[in-house]
T-cell receptor, first 114, second 115 residues
Framework: ETGVTQTPRHLVMGMTNKKSLKCEQHLGHNAMYWYKQSAKKPLELMFVYSLEERVENNSVPSRFSPECPNSSHLFLHLHTLQPEDSALYLC?????????????FGSGTRLTVV | AQSVTQLGSHVSVSEGALVLLRCNYSSSVPPYLFWYVQYPNQGLQLLLKYTTGATLVKGINGFEAEFKKSETSFHLTKPSAHMSDAAEYFCAVRRTQGGSEKLVFGKGMKLTVNP
């Protein structure tokens, strides 16, 4: 248990489905991140939230929609995905935007789009 | 912008042998450097970090890394590999931009430990 919990652990969805990934942390952190990890590619930072405000969106397609209702929860809403969106989606949190403590990661959601 | 390079994608060692995973960085400001480990079907776990102070940093599971400014390196080592060390290892650096910070990761190195 790392302190960052992601659900579900595995998700299979069709291209016309709508689903959501959930991330929860009770570490007192106030910055949260979504990363995409695809096979043979570097980790891709998708979104950054600081104090519940989106501060970074790295050219992510609109079929991915993040939501941060409070500092403990982060969602990634998915709709009309493509097979190339299949990947491990990792959530992370940190103490503010400072990096000196590093990030704490969840175990990820393995997404398969069929 | 700050970045890290991990050359190669796979390292194989025998159990009990030295583990050496290389990381070189590029940074115009004093770097913060990190090593993370990812076990199969898990997220990333912090192994160790260098921010300031002592250049030899000790982490969990017997790993250590040395910050060498002259070589722009932060290589990860462990004297004797265990089977349980088989995982993927990521080097990361702090990137500063417009007053904000974030971690930027290398592409990772898969470590295989042979019996």
């Amino acid at each position: 248990e790392t302190g960052v919990t992601q659900t579900p652990r595995h998700l299979v969805m069709g291209m016309t489905n709508k689903k959501s990934l959930k991330c929860e942390q009770h570490l007192g952190h106030n910055a949260m991140y979504w990363y995409k990890q695809s096979a043979k590619k570097p980790l891709e930072l998708m979104f950054v939230y600081s104090l519940e405000e989106r501060v970074e969106n790295n050219s992510v397609p609109s079929r991915f929609s993040p939501e941060c209702p409070n500092s403990s929860h982060l969602f990634l809403h998915l709709h009309t995905l493509q097979p190339e969106d299949s990947a491990l989606y990792l959530c992370a949190s940190s103490r503010g935007r400072q990096t000196n403590y590093g990030y704490t990661f969840g175990s990820g959601t393995r997404l398969t789009v069929v | 912008a700050q970045s890290v390079t991990q050359l190669g994608s796979h390292v194989s060692v025998s159990e009990g042998a030295l583990v050496l995973l290389r990381c070189n960085y590029s940074s115009s400001v004093p770097p913060y450097l990190f090593w993370y480990v990812q076990y199969p079907n898990q997220g990333l776990q912090l192994l160790l970090k260098y921010t300031t102070g002592a250049t030899l940093v000790k982490g969990i599971n017997g790993f250590e890394a040395e910050f060498k400014k002259s070589e722009t390196s932060f290589h990860l080592t462990k004297p004797s590999a265990h089977m349980s060390d088989a995982a993927e290892y990521f080097c990361a650096v702090r990137r500063t931009q417009g007053g904000s910070e974030k971690l930027v990761f290398g592409k990772g190195m898969k470590l295989t430990v042979n019996p």
